[in-house]
Nanobody
Framework: QVQLVESGGGLVQPGGSLRLSCAAS????????MSWYRQAPGKERQLVAR????????DYADSVKGRFTISRDNAKNTVYLQMDSLKPEDTAMYYC?????????GGQGTQVTVSS
């Protein structure tokens, strides 16, 4: 069964950090570009960060540049999103996505809440 499972979300105070994980099963992430999206209540889904197949190139939404870092560990079949200096406006459900020329998979999401 093909799955992407996100984890690592939770409640954190402003200025804090979280590390999200996205673990794949049923397929290997090695051949996929990976992305993290987020969606807050009443707002459109937003691309937060993406990393290419080789892991040598990544880019970020302007709102998270310098605070978030996407990385991948193909040996562990997992992608990460390190989130530092979190702000209340980062509160959202975070989803990972795997895509190549033939297939696309998404996860169920993990909730991140930034609040004092």
């Amino acid at each position: 069964q093909v799955q992407l499972v996100e984890s690592g979300g939770g409640l954190v105070q402003p200025g804090g950090s979280l590390r999200l994980s996205c673990a794949a099963s049923g397929f290997t992430l090695r051949g996929y570009a990976m992305s993290w999206y987020r969606q807050a209540p009443g707002k459109e889904r937003q691309l937060v960060a993406r990393i290419n197949i080789g892991g040598g190139s990544s880019d970020y939404a302007d709102s998270v540049k310098g605070r978030f870092t996407i990385s991948r560990d193909n040996a562990k079949n997992t992608v990460y999103l390190q989130m530092d200096s979190l702000k209340p406006e980062d509160t959202a459900m975070y989803y990972c996505n795997a895509r190549n020329w033939a297939y696309e998979y998404g996860g169920q999401g993990t909730q991140v809440t930034v609040s004092s």
